[in-house]
């Protein structure tokens, strides 16, 4: 520090100040520095030189403790001396050092070579009179070599004093970047010392912290099969060096001048009519109606306000004690990171620091998709019980510590839930067994063709442990002709009422559901009896579980069905969906269940236990109708 007799005071950032505070947002950093120093009585002009090159000009705020006045702050770029530095890059010194560290080995090798050529000359082969030239070839020759010997190793000294030069100029990089200035008029009251505080903002970077993730599954626990370990990735480049800085991390991401956007007019207009020729003006034909498009673009023009508000959400205050967390109100959520930390200006380098460690809840689920692969993948259904809000990052998935995948975190608020895959289960084997069809005909006017289809699959738990959830995918399929019809049979689901899809979404009564083509028959047929019949044979072959409860839910329900019906004591069907997030509470998705014909078991499988699983569907197509059948494979009449 400089005071001279015009009460100017020269003081340098990173040496005169410290940082009382760090704050990093998703694409921005603010820092407060304090600086205390004397002034005199009366005005002092105060240079804060060594500010970061980065700084937000309108983000800068400073604050006086003491009997002090701030008159005046001006912001403004240091003046700098020119290069004096060689013009030659590291990449070029680094090329032209190898290849003289190429050229010095050469000429090692050849010395070493003419050194075991003369050593192996025989004096019985050698004339005398040739002996002396031989030997000033030798010399000449070694001379030579130790000349370039010497000229390279020069070189190589040279090249290696500019490297280090280069080296230098790098690590005067972060000085260039803290090329700003700011000029403070202070006006004192007394003599003592007095505190300035600067908080300014950095900005320009891509990101200046992430959310990282641990995720590590203990497959033997009975509850709390997660730990997760909740991390922050940050990296900084402003030029200044965070040496022992409280540090605090925000969800927040600022915007400035957000408007509401706003909505145009959306006209309708008629399109004007064009007489085509050889046609009669007299022809009248019906308007067609223009709906404008660019009603829809005034949203272009502005900023929406909540944009942010997608990618954060609000925590409440921790009971973890390492960590705080601060929440506003219910938008942006603050992290402390517990105690002081170091965080170098380097471009690429990056610091993990630990926000929290917590164990959450997890549903474990077992699915396969045998039709397509005879493989089961499972997955852990973690559900956040913490207080946290998990934000968007990667995270390494451990499963009973070896490493498994590494996967994307969404946003998760408490108490939602989120999928982790966790790979192949090689314990856990699937056959999926030839599908078996048989045809019949019926109608006396207008005949028809019943092609009734089963396919059965085998499921063996070779775990010492049940399996709690497996749920096994597969489809039947959806009649796009109205002329065909599908019936699902087994299990028997029901497609839902379109007007009342948000009361049931299917039924186990007598009637299966119709996928495509028409509606299924709602009172029992003959058919339907002998339907049941093979269906019961079919069970017999490949067990079900509870054979006579399935039977009898087919056959004598009437009420509506649950979205899950019971199949046996451990068996559940339902349509694909029915358990996803909203499936069953929305109405939209209630009323789609189902019509792309896929469905799903949810299994519980005990340990070392084979299941049978059986799916049954009926079509019915004219008989004059020609019909393929795609996606039906190793068919077995």
Same mark, same amino acid.
């Given at each position: ?42 005005? &002092? ?20 403790? *003491? ?61 005398? *009179?040739?002996?002396? &030239? ?22 190589? !000294? ?45 900005? %320009? ?6 959310? *990282? ?43 400035? #001048? ?45 900023? /929406? ?33 517990? #105690? ?52 968007? #990052? ?68 070779? !775990?010492?442990?049940?399996? /709690? ?7 039947? /399929? ?27 979404? #299917? ?10 083509? %028409? ?65 069953? &509470? ?19 499988? /005990? ?26 494979? &190793?068919?077995?009449?």
């Amino acid at each position: 520090m400089m005071t001279d007799s015009s009460h100017t005071i020269q003081l340098e950032s990173t040496t005169s100040s410290t940082i009382r505070n760090v704050t990093l947002y998703p694409s921005r950093a603010e820092i407060t520095r304090v600086f205390k120093f004397g002034v005199n009585v009366g005005q &002092n002009g105060v240079h804060i030189n060594g500010l970061p090159n980065a700084i937000d000009r309108q983000s800068l705020r400073v604050d006086g403790v *003491g009997e002090i006045t701030i008159r005046d702050v001006i912001i403004s770029n240091i003046p700098t001396a020119s290069n004096t530095f060689d013009n030659s890059t590291p990449q070029t010194l680094l090329l032209e050092k190898e290849r003289t560290q190429k050229a010095l080995e050469r000429c090692k090798q050849s010395q070493s070579s003419l050194e075991n050529l003369f050593g192996t000359m025989n004096i019985q082969h050698v004339d005398v *009179g040739n002996l002396s &030239n031989i030997v000033r070839s030798y010399d000449a020759t070694a001379e030579e070599l130790d000349e370039k010997m010497i000229e390279l190793d020069g070189k190589m !000294k040279e090249i290696e004093k500019k490297i280090r030069e280069e080296n230098q100029k790098a690590g005067m990089t972060a000085q260039r970047q803290l090329g700003m200035r700011v000029s403070v008029v202070v006006f004192a009251d007394t003599g003592d010392d007095i505190e300035l505080v600067l908080t300014y903002a950095c900005a %320009g970077y891509q990101q200046t912290w992430k959310a *990282g993730y641990d995720i590590r599954v203990d497959m033997a626990a009975s509850e709390k099969q997660v730990f997760l370990v909740y991390k922050a990735i940050v990296k900084q480049d402003t030029g200044e060096s965070w040496d022992n800085v409280p540090l605090t991390l925000d969800t927040a991401t600022p915007t400035y #001048g957000a408007s509401l956007p706003s909505l145009g007019t959306w006209s309708i207009a008629e399109r004007a009519r064009q007489q085509t020729e050889g046609t009669s003006s007299d022809t009248k034909l019906p308007p067609s109606i223009i709906i404008d498009p660019r009603a829809h673009d005034d949203s272009r023009l502005a900023k /929406p306000v909540g944009e942010s508000w997608q990618t954060i959400a609000a925590v409440k205050r921790s009971k973890v004690s390492s960590t705080t967390v601060t929440s506003k109100g219910n938008v942006n959520a603050t992290f402390r990171v517990p #105690g002081v930390v170091n965080i170098p200006s380097k471009d690429n380098d990056e610091r993990t620091f630990t926000i929290v460690e917590v164990k959450l809840d997890a549903a474990i689920i077992w699915t396969t998709v045998p039709k397509k692969e005879p493989r089961v993948m499972f997955k852990a259904r973690i559900t956040n019980t913490s207080e946290y809000t998990l934000l968007n #990052g990667q995270g390494s998935v451990y499963v009973d510590g070896s490493f498994i995948s590494r996967i994307d975190v969404p946003l998760v608020s408490p108490m939602e839930s989120f999928d982790c895959p966790l790979g192949y289960d090689p314990t856990v084997r699937v056959t999926y067994h030839e599908i078996r069809k048989k045809e019949s005909t019926s109608g006396f006017y207008s005949k028809t063709k019943e092609h009734l289809f089963t396919q059965s699959m085998t499921i063996h738990n070779t !775990k010492n442990v049940p399996i /709690p959830v497996l749920k096994v995918v597969d489809q039947i /399929p959806v009649s796009e002709v109205s002329g065909i019809e599908v019936r699902l049979i087994n299990p028997p689901l029901k497609l839902s009422d379109p007007t009342n899809a948000s009361k049931s979404l #299917g039924t186990a009564d007598s009637s299966s559901g119709t996928v495509g083509g %028409g509606a299924g028959s709602t009172e029992p047929s003959q058919r339907d009896d002998e339907t049941n019949k093979s269906l019961t044979k079919s069970l017999n072959r490949f067990s079900v579980g509870n054979t006579a409860n399935l039977s009898r839910s087919y056959t004598t329900s009437t009420r509506p069905s649950a979205p899950k019906i019971k199949v046996s004591e451990d068996i559940f069907a339902q349509w694909d969906g029915a358990d996803e997030p909203e499936g069953v &509470n929305s109405e939209t998705t209630a009323r789609t269940l189902g019509s792309d014909g896929k469905l799903n078991w949810v299994c519980r499988v /005990p340990a070392q236990t084979k299941m049978d699983l059986v799916l049954q569907y009926e079509i019915r197509v004219p008989a004059k109708m020609d019909v393929s059948f795609e996606g039906v494979k &190793n068919e077995r009449p």
